[in-house]
């Protein structure tokens, strides 16, 4: 593996910024400060709490929500909004749920000016998370970039979507895509998530037994690439770093290391680094995800909403990324797989969508449970099966008035203990 070694001249020229134009793309300004349709509470769903469902335009949504004080507020914001797929979704009751029918500059512009107001959202150490598709995310990454600052992008992530295809129309198989992975500044909440070690992984990883006290460890180099003229670059123990390289630590560090055991002198006296394996942690998750599939067959406990994202994912993505008591938004809100993440792990949400199955889908996440996944084929006959909660969650639902009624008359149909 190349390993790039930092230039002499520390004076680099500036950065010539990327932007991405097209016919209709709005100022900033002219986003924040548009008018925006009022949204008022409708009613009340498993008693009151802090949580809330804005049904309605998104966009509405977030400049009423910037309006109305919750600016700087939001810890976390997670979407996953339509993929520029120029199709139309149903329900497993074959209703329709949305229309993804946008596409090239004003796909781009519609998720433009809802990520400029997100941003405005988000707490100073607050995080987003987009997931798209190969279709729009590659140029989403550059009005990303514009929007949050190129040096804030934290990742970009690949997920294995679904199971291998045999059916690959001349090409490879599309089984993948994308989340991006961006701060709003330097300083972030992050908690380092790590996936369990497989036995053999962890053999693999660290081949090496300490005799002392029986623990696994691999062996890292001591030195970096670059000449450096500071400590880490003066003789430790007789011997100077390779050519063109430095020591990765101070000659004092070095030698507290050795003290600790952690230094393995080699028989022809060269130091290199023990590195222990705590299997208590496991192993941090990289930015390839392959154990997130959506649902991939009948027995699995879903909504029913078309699009659903796996449930596991998006409690890896909260936890990563905010902390209990926080405030975790999904403005694209779908069949509230991220509401239901966030509150399990004990954190406040607001979720938005415009659509009636939206509504549907979650309502039946919180008050009469999931159904198992079943065959679309046959007609379904299983038993509703309660979510995994310690309590049906409270929220309130708001709405626009010109939703008010449409509302109402699913939850007299629903009847969720409505108030």
């Known amino acids: 593996m190349a390993i790039g070694v930092p230039p002499k001249n520390t004076q680099r020229s500036k950065k010539i910024p990327v932007t991405v134009s097209y016919e209709g793309k709005v100022p900033e300004s002219e986003v924040l400060f548009c008018e925006f349709l009022p949204f008022g509470k409708i009613s009340s769903v498993n008693g009151s709490g802090n949580n809330y469902l804005l049904m309605g335009d998104n966009k509405d949504a977030l400049l009423f929500m910037l309006n109305n004080g919750a600016k700087g507020k939001v810890r976390l914001i997670y979407i996953d909004p339509p993929f520029a797929t120029e199709s139309n979704f149903v329900s497993r009751d074959q209703e329709h749920a949305y229309s993804d029918s946008l596409c090239g500059g004003e796909y781009v512009e519609f998720l433009r000016e809802r990520l400029i107001l997100m941003r405005e959202l988000l707490s100073a150490d607050g995080s987003i ?96 690439p670059g000449v450096r003229n500071g400590e880490t670059g003066k003789e430790w123990r007789g011997k100077m770093p390779p050519q063109g390289k430095h020591w990765q630590y101070t000659p004092q560090k070095l030698d507290e290391l050795d003290a600790a055991g952690e230094i393995y002198w080699s028989p022809t006296g060269n130091p290199r680094r023990m590195v222990f394996c705590d299997p208590s942690k496991g192993i941090p998750v990289q930015d390839i995800w392959l154990d997130y599939r959506d649902s991939i067959n009948q027995s699995q406990k879903t909504t029913g909403y078309p699009t659903e994202k796996n449930f596991d994912m998006l409690k890896l993505i909260v936890n990563a990324s905010s902390n209990p008591g926080d405030l975790v938004m999904d403005c694209f809100a779908g069949s509230g797989t991220t509401l239901g993440a966030a509150y399990e792990l004990g954190r406040k949400w607001i979720g938005v969508d415009c659509g009636i199955e939206s509504l549907k889908a979650i309502l039946k996440r919180f008050t009469s449970g999931l159904e198992v996944y079943g065959d679309y084929v046959t007609p379904s006959t299983a038993v509703q099966i309660t979510f995994d909660l310690h309590d049906k969650c409270p929220f309130e639902i708001w709405g626009t008035d010109e939703r008010k009624a449409e509302i109402l008359e699913l939850l007299q149909k629903f009847n969720p203990n409505q108030k």
């Not at 934290?154 to 997920?159: H, K, L, Q, S, V």
């Open 129 to 224: 998370y987009l997931h798209l598709d190969g279709n729009m995310a590659f140029t989403m990454k550059l009005i990303m970039d514009e929007i949050f600052g190129v040096n804030n992008c934290r990742a970009f992530i690949t997920r294995k979507k679904c199971s291998t295809k045999n059916y690959t129309k001349n090409t490879y198989g599309n089984i993948s895509d994308y989340i991006m992975f961006y701060s709003k500044s330097g300083q972030y909440v992050w908690n380092r998530p790590y996936a369990p070690w497989e036995i053999d992984k962890m053999i693999e990883q660290y081949p090496c037994i300490d005799d002392k006290t029986g623990r696994r460890y691999k062996k890292v180099p001591v030195h970096a």
